[in-house]
Structure formats: structure tokens, C-alpha cells
């Protein structure tokens, strides 16, 4: 049965990690927990820590025992220059551009950090839209109910012509389990039982998944 629809995972997916954006967006979390929320800077990251295994991020578990508003804190931590960390991918547009699917980003994020790393990248009109932590009412990956929601945005594909594309092991899980195909971008070379495939880049998915293409090779080689 062929694939219809990709759900592909946007910061430390559409761009290798270790460039420094994610730990800028950490540090901004940081400031605005003790600047804002009033918590001891000593206790920050092992509330984050806490916060995140148990919610799927640091911004649910504000919300839930800290009654923080999701509009102001999503404005502070994504206030970066991404020009600083991010550049043009054309490889990775054209390889986007050519499959059939419909690909969604899906993010815990905000679609205005999502549309804003797209544009940097260079990556506008290859996706279908943006199912971002509003759209899904708050519900954060790994949690089951978001990508029910996430589906339903979709037009609702069935889960077996889907893939799901994510950095993080714990968000494939709920997808493998509700017959979601996926595929863990991890640069350390491990694997992981709800891994279907492993890259190390977004852009050798052609590498592990040509069919994606039909019978087009030229472009699976992409």
C-alpha cells in the first residue's frame, strides 16, 4: 500500500542539531522561568527536565502548574535571530519538492517559528501546512491524543500510509504503536525499537525509503 502522507518534525529534523539553536531556544526557556515564572535558577533544569518527560515539553507543564499564558512564553523563547544559526538547504528543498506525498510539519512548536525556519531555509510551498501545538489544542507529542488530532488536520490518512519523521525516539513511539511507519533522524547511529529507519539527515531519506518515489529512481536517489 503506498504512502500518502508524511508528518516530518521541524527543529533538529529539517536542519541537523548541534547548530546551536536548539541550546539558544533552551537558554531563552531558562530566562523566562526565572525571569518571568520566578523559579530559582538552581532548580530550572531539573524542572525542564521534569516538565518534559512528563508533558512532552516545558511549556505544558508552565501551563498546567504555573498558569503560564502559551502566547508569551512561546513569543520570549523563540525571540533569536535564526539568520545566526540557520542557512539556505536547496538540496533538501529539491528532494521535499520532488516527493508525492503530502508532507505536514508537525512541532511542538508554534506555526510562527515554524513558518520563520522554513523561510530561512528556503523551504516554503514544499509542505502542505503547519499542525503546530495551537492547532492540536495544546496536546504535545508524545502524547497519543496529538497525533490523533494531528491525523484529523490531515484529512485523516489511514495510519498505514503515513510516516512520521522526528529527532526525538520517544515521539515515534505513539506513532509505531498506532501502525505509523517512521523514521528517527539520530546522528549518533543507534536504533531504536520504534524506528523503522535511521538517518543521520533529513536528506538521505531516499537512501533508506526509494519507494517513497514510485518508480522514479532518479529521483529516489536524490
Not at 68 to 85: G, M
Not at 145 to 160: C, H, I, M
Amino acid at each position: 500500500m503506498p504512502f500518502t502522507t508524511i508528518f516530518c518534525d521541524l527543529d533538529d529534523t529539517l536542519y541537523p542539531s548541534g547548530n546551536g539553536l536548539w541550546e539558544a531556544i533552551g537558554q531563552r526557556m531558562n530566562r523566562f522561568m526565572v525571569e518571568k515564572v520566578r523559579l530559582p535558577a538552581d532548580q530550572v533544569p531539573s524542572i525542564r527536565r521534569h516538565y518534559y518527560q512528563t508533558y512532552g515539553t516545558t511549556m505544558r507543564g508552565l501551563q498546567i502548574h504555573h498558569a503560564v499564558d502559551a502566547d508569551e512564553y512561546l513569543a520570549f523563547v523563540h525571540d533569536l535571530d535564526l539568520e545566526q544559526f540557520l542557512d539556505p538547504d536547496l538540496s533538501l528543498r529539491d528532494m521535499l519538492s520532488s516527493l508525492p506525498q503530502k508532507i505536514w510539519i508537525f512541532t511542538n512548536a508554534d506555526a510562527a517559528h515554524a513558518r520563520r525556519v522554513i523561510a530561512v531555509l528556503g523551504l516554503e510551498n514544499c509542505f502542505e501546512g503547519i499542525i503546530d501545538v495551537r492547532s492540536i489544542q495544546f496536546a504535545c507529542k508524545p502524547e497519543k491524543l496529538a497525533y490523533e488530532r494531528a491525523l484529523t488536520l490531515a484529512g485523516n490518512p489511514v495510519p498505514s500510509q503515513c510516516i512520521l519523521v522526528d529527532d526525538s525516539s520517544a515521539n515515534l513511539v505513539p506513532a509505531f504503536d498506532m501502525g505509523v511507519s517512521t523514521v528517527w533522524i539520530n546522528q549518533n547511529g543507534s536504533s531504536h525499537p520504534a524506528a523503522v529507519h535511521t538517518l543521520s539527515k533529513l536528506i538521505d531519506l531516499g537512501k533508506v525509503m526509494p519507494e517513497l518515489w514510485g518508480s522514479n529512481d532518479l529521483l529516489a536517489g536524490i
